[in-house]
């Protein structure tokens, strides 16, 4: 149960001041969940987590929910991306709740005073922490009580047991729950965290199971991630963000409390709350503070689900679900079964583009960088004015309904020029705001594919699909070539079905969690051939690592792989090269950069030095 909307944390403290906070801080008189072993998501009972709370906020054309955590009697603590201002009109905290509309020991607050961590970053989700001051207290009891915080200088290894409420949705982009959702997860270290974001800062800490199927979702932002010590649970986290809901290797981000207690400190300057050092090394090791290693065969749970989107839900419209960094070839909505189906799902190929001319499909394409598709040059021997044409993102049906597409002018087409198939740029009027549905895919710059590695291939055409056109999709297998110098410049396939309208398309191939176009589909110019010393149909496509210098000049420096995505692609240079800016719609490039030069020259200095080596190596031995 992935709860990413606008989580609060109520800071319920006493009046009496810090102390008597520590005092009945973390203490949950109706929970026995240290003593369970429940792993999977399900109903909370009334009174298990006293300091959930819910908040309603106002926003154009409805009312976002988040979570968020009690922390003294007037103060709720909550994520950053809840709140696009600090206005509290209409603002509304629930406390007390486990079934809505249905709760007797329930209380409402209005919000009096919203303060935003200053150095909140909405893109990369750093700092995501806010503070909510109630119009006026609440009186604790086993239903409304406070949760204790991590203090700094606190420690979660992975591993460690921690558990994750809200009302937020039951699956990604669902329905918001009527009733309160618990679920355990393990504590991941940032380490593994950041091999599947790349960005994961210190402010951050992650949980989830490696099989994914628990998490927090939408409608859950804000809300708490505890773990129980010594008889105490303490606020490890807030409800950030996340890679869908419940996803494989796609842990849920919470903000790591223990890093703001000087800023909270700060901000709350009576009746403080109550901050505790979690550390499992420290203490008798009872309760949920076990250390034991992650759990890796969680099945999916009603209750979890993980998005790298902030959980914020609305309830008029679906939210948005915004990657904060730029990479390519991540595509978490894909599984495609090698068994022989040609049918599609919506985001299994998240960078497909279809070009289109008067409303018309035309070609395929692929977004390659943040406003660039890339396709066949064919495509525009007839018609190469960038006006004439548009590009859709995020589609799946040619004829029917896309939720989640978009649609975008082209401004510049360039083309390259060749001996040869050649590739064309388009570039695009606006940037697309990326998200499961809509990614780039990461270019070939001379990978190695070897011979039996299955790949992919994608299109629309006429004929295809059935009635609403659905994108379709095709395996094959590479191949040895069967022309001598065609492994330099070519990858051969198996045989697969190429239409008209799947020229522009990819031929995809995946390396390690990361997608690679390896080639562009070219109907007019397939090469079919057969292999000599088998009965075997041979398709032989251009590498695109034939257009290395073409798409840097054009393109700009390749984007950072899922793998790697601290580092651009080590084959390109660090800084971009700006593209010449064209007198006309359509282009040509023919140049090569010098850093290509220097390249190919350290490449025959290998060859001479080796070349001498084994000559010396052979008199010696003779």
Known sequence: MRFFTCGVLLLALTATGGDAQIDVCGKAALNTKAESRIVGGQAATAGSWPWQARLLIPVTGGTALCGGSLINSQWILSAAHCFSSTSTTGVVVNLGETQINNSPNSVSRSVSQIIVHPNYNSQSQDNDVSLLKLSSSVTFNDYISPVCLA?????????????????????????????????????????????????????????????????????????????????????????????????????????RVSEYQTWIDTQITSNQTGFIVFNCNKTDLSGSCSGEPPITNGTTSSTTTTTPDVH??????????TTPKAVCGRAVLNSPVFDGSSVVSAGQWPWMASLQKNGQ?????????????????????SSPVASEWTVVLGRLKQNGSNPFEVSLTVTNI?????????????????????????????????????????????????????????????????????????????????????????????????????????????????????????????????????FEDFLVQTVGPFLPS?????????????????????????????????????????????????????????????
């Not at 800490?205 to 994914?212: P, S």
């Not at 499909?361 to 021997?381: E, I, P």
Request: proline residues 5%; hydrophobic residues 35%.
């Open 151 to 255: 203090a700094a200088g606190s420690d979660f290894p992975g591993g460690t047991t921690a558990w994750v409420t809200g009302f937020g949705t039951l699956s990604f982009q669902g329905s918001a729950s009527s009733t309160l959702q618990e679920v355990s997860v393990p504590i991941v270290s940032n380490t593994q965290c950041s091999a599947s974001y790349g960005s994961i800062t210190n402010n951050m800490i992650c949980a989830g199971l490696t099989d994914g199927g628990k998490d927090s979702c939408q409608g859950d932002s804000g809300g708490p991630l505890v773990s129980e010590q010594s008889g105490r649970w303490i606020l490890a986290g807030i409800v950030s963000f996340g890679r869908g809901c419940a996803l494989p290797n796609f842990p849920g981000v919470y903000a």
């Open 312 to 321: 914020q839900t609305t309830t008029t419209s679906p939210p948005e679900t």
């Open 361 to 381: 499909h035309v070609c395929g394409g692929t977004l390659v960088s943040l406003d660039s598709v890339l396709s066949n040059a064919d495509c525009f021997s």
């Open 414 to 546: 360039t083309l390259s020029n060749q001996t040869g198939s050649n590739v064309a740029v388009l570039k695009l009027s606006t940037a697309p705001v990326l998200n499961d549905y809509i990614q780039p895919i990461c270019l070939d710059n001379g990978r190695t594919f070897p011979v039996g590695t299955t790949c992919w291939a994608a299109g629309w055409s006429s004929g295809r699909g059935g009635e609403e056109k659905v994108l379709q999709e095709f395996q094959t297998s590479v191949l040895e070539c069967s022309r001598p110098t065609a492994a330099n410049d070519s990858i051969c396939t198996t045989m697969f079905t190429l239409a008209e309208g799947d020229s522009g398309g990819p031929l995809m191939c995946q390396q390690g969690a990361s997608w690679y176009q390896a080639a562009v589909l070219s109907f007019a110019r397939r090469s079919l051939r057969r292999r000599r010393a088998v009965a075997v149909a041979v398709m032989e496509f251009e590498k695109l690592s034939q």
């Open 562 to 622: 899922t793998i790697n995505s601290s580092s651009f692609n080590p084959t390109t240079p660090t800084t971009p090269i700006a593209p010449t800016t064209p007198t006309a719609s359509v282009s040509t490039c023919t140049s090569t950069p010098v850093w290509h030069i220097h390249k190919k020259i350290f490449f025959y200095l290998r060859l001479i030095f080796h070349t001498l080596w084994n000559i010396i190596s052979s008199e010696h031995k003779h």
